[in-house]
């Protein structure tokens, strides 16, 4: 048995390195803003400056624009929130002429979160978006989990032969690395990972929300007009912890970009010791829209507080408690227990 | 047009409880720059106090007002959690505030311009009475007329300052006890046409519960009035990012945003049964 590892002297604040690698990326830290929560950037620019984020995932990108759901689209709920806005975007035409030229020149890494409704619309967006090789994308982050999409999007994100032959049909279509944003609806998320990992991901992101539901008890009706949503915000912090952790265990070696209720240095802390590489705000940046910010500062600070130099001393960190001594009817002689 | 908007702190200095349940929450916000000057009456705040993580978003609230000293206020009635900490939010405690926020705003009265029928009811006061109070202040009041409603004379509030505006007041009250018994709809349906009847040019402004909003918007295209409808509808961010606040339009897209677009639309836009 291993003892607890002590905490470390701290550190000044200049003592600290944030930076971190994804894969074959290197990130100046390991904050980054999550898809659908951070819109295409341009509307942060009152709030922050852009260019000191780690990167960014764009709104989810279609071949063609979608225009969303009915109403209601959001609720609140306890420490988070439901959506189902419905994947409206304004398509990977208008994404790359209008939307990718202003991110490109912050300087930070851009990652195109892109989905489609089904397998072929998937390969043709990849196709679309490689336009952004070189020319500003650095990472392609298929959204294999969106609960507010109907047709087969399901199967995608549950069965990992479904899962493997898709990806590996985006990753050949396109030169931009390519990262899979998993379903928490997944029965088996290792398997998924791995699935994804074999068929040349470089990457997985997770986790995207989870589905749910709110009622209005007067009128007996969901608050969702589509009925389901996906949860988001502090209350899914947990299990995207419990997912990070098995897939990290299980796949080692796959890069992962976790997120899943960040609104804190300390969730940030958490999740990367979960093994994530780095990590994505998604929620928080409504009520926050300079809280990416606030949380790399704070991380700063608390690895600085518990002794930590270097990020990639606590990617997957984490151990097992120690475990408690046998049971036994009567305690241990006073010799044996000494 | 105001000022992009800003995220900052501001402290309560004051939370009148008025009656019928309402408050008037007012803020001291930073004075250099004060990031509300020039705010247009339609234009809202994102405000949250320091809630920990179970309530994650701001609260949507009209301006009310906002003056020189950096000082802002808007209207409260405690309707769910949110809302209810903020009727209860003491002298000195700090919010975090976000605006101000959205380009649809009303048009300001002019001298030769309709007379503008401003049509209020419960919590949608606010962009009403600063649209009154502005036109008082530039020597319009005869410009524009308040049209109230509520349940009952305690759901009627800030009434002395139209008063003391020299504004002209028709209020309804759902159970008759001030003004006409019935909907806004009652006096509205009435001023309409005494100023078709007199060829007096007329345009709607209106804010309030949304099938108050319904029925206004149906009576404004039956009479072929000009109608503005300030919308509420739910929002996580307040500056076109969550995509929850979306507004059902007519055009080349179904779907426009109470945020960014609105708050205020023209009634002929908006896609309602």
């Known amino acids: 048995m291993t003892a607890a590892p002590r905490p470390a002297a701290s550190l000044p604040l200049g003592g600290v390195d944030l930076s971190c690698r994804f894969g074959p990326l290197t990130l100046p830290h390991p904050v980054m803003t999550a898809s659908g929560c951070f819109a295409y950037g341009q509307k942060f620019a009152p709030f922050m400056d852009l260019r000191q984020l780690a990167g960014l995932s764009t709104k989810g990108i279609s071949p063609r624009p979608r225009p969303g759901n009915p109403l209601p689209r959001i609720c609140e709920t306890a420490a988070g929130m439901l959506n189902s806005i419905g994947l409206e975007n304004v398509g990977a035409e208008a994404f790359l002429s209008e939307k990718l030229p202003f991110l490109a020149d912050l300087g930070v890494s851009v990652w195109v979160n892109f989905f489609g409704e089904d397998a072929d619309e998937y390969v043709q967006c990849a196709r679309m978006l490689d336009a952004g090789h070189q020319r500003g994308i650095d990472v392609l982050e298929m959204n294999i989990s969106c609960p507010n999409i109907k047709k087969g999007g399901i199967e995608f994100g549950t069965v990992p032969e479904v899962a493997h032959a898709l990806t590996k049909r985006c990753v050949e279509a396109t030169r931009i690395p390519i990262v899979v944003k998993l379903s928490p609806n997944a029965a088996d998320l290792p398997a998924m990972a791995q699935a994804v990992a074999d068929a040349g991901a470089m990457g997985v992101s997770l986790i995207n929300t989870i589905t749910g539901m709110a009622i209005d008890v007067r009128t007996r009706r969901p608050r969702l007009a589509t009925t389901y949503g996906g949860l988001s915000g502090a209350a899914i912090k947990p299990i995207a912890l419990r997912m990070i952790h098995q897939v990290h265990r299980a796949v080692p070696e796959l890069p992962i970009c976790g997120m899943g209720g960040v609104g804190s240095g300390e969730d940030a802390l958490e999740l990367l010791m979960a093994g994530a590489s780095c990590v994505q705000v998604g929620t928080a940046n409504f009520a926050r829209p300079g809280g990416a910010l606030e949380i790399r500062d704070e991380l700063r600070a608390l690895m600085a507080e518990l002794g930590i130099a270097r990020v990639a001393e606590v990617i997957g960190c984490v151990e097992p408690l120690p475990p408690e001594p046998a049971w036994a009817p009567a305690p241990p002689d006073a010799e044996a227990s000494r | ?273």
């Not at chain 2, 109608?227 to 990012?241: D, H, I, K, R, S």
Request: charged share 20%.
């Open chain 2, 1 to 273: 047009m105001a000022t992009s908007p800003s995220q900052f702190r501001a402290r309560v200095v004051d939370n009148r409880p008025l009656h019928g349940g309402y408050f008037v929450l007012t803020l001291q916000g930073p004075m250099a720059p004060r990031p509300l000057d020039g705010v247009i009456p339609g234009q809202f705040v994102m405000l949250r106090g320091d809630w920990g993580r179970d309530l994650i978003n701001p609260r949507a609230f009209s301006v009310l007002d906002a003056s020189d000293d950096g000082r802002f206020s808007v209207l409260l009635k405690a309707y769910g959690r949110g809302t209810t900490r903020l009727c209860h939010a003491p002298e000195d405690e700090m919010l975090t505030v976000t605006g101000p926020l959205g380009r649809g705003t009303f048009d300001a009265p002019t001298v030769d311009g309709p007379t503008q029928l401003l049509v209020a009811g419960g919590v949608g006061l606010p962009p009403l009475h600063l649209q009154a109070r502005r036109a008082a202040a530039a020597g319009l009041a005869s410009r524009v007329e308040l049209l109230y409603g509520g349940r009952d004379a305690d759901d009627l509030v800030l009434l002395s300052d139209l008063d003391a505006w020299g504004i002209a007041v028709h209020l309804a009250t759902e159970d008759g006890s001030r003004g006409d018994r019935g909907f806004v709809t009652v006096p509205l349906s009435r001023r309409i046409e005494r100023a078709q009847a007199r060829g007096e040019a007329v345009c709607i402004l209106s804010c309030g519960p949304t099938p108050m909003l319904r029925a206004v918007r149906a009576l404004g295209l039956a009479q072929g009035v000009p109608t503005a409808l300030c919308l509420e509808e739910e929002m996580a961010c307040g500056f076109g990012v969550c995509l929850g606040c979306a507004v059902p339009v007519y055009g080349p897209k179904p779907y426009a945003y109470c945020c960014t677009d609105g708050p205020v639309f023209d009634a002929r836009e908006v896609r309602w049964s």
